[in-house]
């Protein structure tokens, strides 16, 4: 039985969605839920990604400089007396990208450079993607070998 604490509308008699801008007598009538005046209440209307309602936006209002090279590659540098210590600890004689990435020196993506610092006295056969031209030198000399990839 229904009494008017619990009267419920008939079935299909009421919209579920909001139909906005179709007249007065819809209740959304007039300026269609947007407020008066302003750009959000304008057809066509964008929010612009970094718009700040006309205040200077931040990308512009902070001071740039420098450049930033896009085609730069970074080499993880790794010296001599850093080899030499490793040579000593692990006893190996030959030293590649995978020894280096066992003993954490390395990442799975690092390109390598061997730098000259240190002092080697070990003769050790090293792979890597670049050599300075003292340590190559301070290799050879040592009856090593220096294979770039």
Do not use: W
């Amino acid at each position: 039985m229904s009494n008017l604490h619990n009267l419920t509308p008939a079935k299909g008699s009421v919209r579920s969605r909001k139909r906005i801008a179709r007249g007065q007598g819809s209740g959304f009538g007039g300026t269609a839920t947007r407020g008066h005046k302003g750009a959000k209440s304008r057809s066509g209307y964008s929010k612009k990604i970094g718009f700040e309602g006309g205040q200077m936006p931040l990308q512009r209002r902070v001071p740039k400089f420098g450049f930033k090279n896009i085609n730069r590659v970074e080499y993880k540098a790794i010296n001599l007396d850093i080899l030499q210590s490793l040579v000593e600890r692990k006893n190996v004689s030959e030293i590649t990208l995978d020894v280096l990435r066992e003993n954490g020196m390395i990442s799975n993506n690092d390109l390598v450079k061997i730098l000259g610092r240190g002092e080697l006295t070990a003769k050790i056969n090293i792979t890597a993607h670049k050599f300075s031209a003292s340590a190559k030198e301070a290799i050879e000399k040592n009856g090593g070998n220096c294979s770039e990839i």
